[in-house]
């Protein structure tokens, strides 16, 4: 299992960036933070030690009782998405209910990081949408006569 901190993010596009001797290198740019500590996991208490994170922002008015209460508790206002991240006791010891974390806490300049993300699902569509299928001369969806 992973025991790195990180960050909560959003895909924004790819882009490219023009390096020094003049090579074109592909890039994703993420939006990633700020995050926020809305919780902590202890080994006493929860049988491990965690720190949940909360990201992005949400309307007060689709927010579940439940979790606006939540959020109320801690004086945060409603957050999109609450995550988990399994760390060391002595690193989830060092942060706040309430703390504001940014890229500047979490990483350094040139670190190699790890990125996971969930593709869109397409479910049942068509093979024009869900493939990129050019369909035929007749400007049909995906047909083959």
Same mark, same amino acid.
């Given at each position: ?15 490219? =960036?023009?390096l ?6 592909r #890039?994703?740019?993420?939006?990633? %933070?700020?995050?926020?500590? !809305? $919780? ?19 309307r ?16 945060l206002?409603?957050?999109?998405? =609450? ?8 690193? #989830?010891?060092k942060?706040?209910? %309430?703390?504001?974390?940014? !890229? $500047? ?41």
């Amino acid at each position: 299992m992973n025991h790195n901190p990180g960050l909560i993010g959003k895909k924004l596009g790819t882009t490219q =960036v023009f390096l020094e001797d003049g090579t074109v290198s592909r #890039v994703t740019a993420i939006e990633a %933070g700020p995050c926020w500590v !809305v $919780g902590k996991r202890t080994a006493d208490k929860n049988g491990y030690s965690a720190l949940q994170l909360a990201f992005g922002s949400k309307r007060a008015k689709s927010v579940r009782k439940p979790e606006a209460g939540f959020f109320k508790k801690i004086n945060l206002d409603p957050k999109q998405v =609450v995550l988990e991240f399994r760390l060391p006791p002595e690193l #989830v010891a060092k942060h706040q209910v %309430g703390q504001e974390l940014n !890229v $500047g806490d979490v990483f350094k300049e040139g670190q190699h990081v790890d990125v996971v993300g969930t593709s869109k699902g397409r479910g049942f569509t068509g093979v024009m949408k869900r493939w990129n299928f050019k369909g035929s001369r007749s400007l049909t969806h995906g047909t083959h006569e």
